[in-house]
């Protein structure tokens, strides 16, 4: 699986981005599919997750109530719907594939998982 993040920008404080990530392959329904994100000079962090068929939603706590995972299976695409975004949500975000959420969610990647090269989403006050 390939995976292919698009849609970050220059945004205001306030404001309103939709990520996209387009994926390869004919199995992507079948992975959990999800986005982290990574600050300059900070950790990793789990930002949503969405299940491969039932479509179950996870985030983390400082996205909660502002941003909205959603999956087309038929589009082989994951979208991630950021309103009310604060310049603590800038950084780089990548889009993630896995067997299940809960490694996403965890961030505790294997070799059989996958993720893209990221989009830079900056968030000026």
């Known amino acids: 699986v390939q995976l292919q993040a698009s849609g970050g920008g220059l945004v205001q404080a306030g404001g309103s981005l939709r990520l996209s990530c387009a994926a390869s392959?004919?199995?992507?329904?079948?992975?959990?599919m999800g986005w982290f994100r990574q600050a300059p000079g900070k950790e990793r962090e789990f930002v949503a997750t969405?299940?491969?068929?039932?479509?179950?939603?996870r985030y983390g706590d400082s996205v909660k109530g502002r941003f909205t995972i959603s999956r087309d299976n038929a589009k082989n695409t994951v979208y991630l719907q950021m309103n009310s975004l604060k310049p603590e949500d800038t950084a780089v975000y990548y889009c993630?594939?896995?067997?299940?959420?809960?490694?996403?969610?965890?961030?505790?990647?294997?070799?059989?998982?996958?993720w893209g090269q990221g989009t830079l989403v900056t968030v000026s006050s």
């Open positions: 993630a594939a896995a067997a299940s959420s809960m490694t996403i969610a965890t961030m505790t990647f294997r070799g059989d998982d996958y």
């Open positions: 392959g004919r199995t992507f329904s079948r992975y959990a």
């Open positions: 969405i299940s491969s068929t039932a479509g179950i939603t």
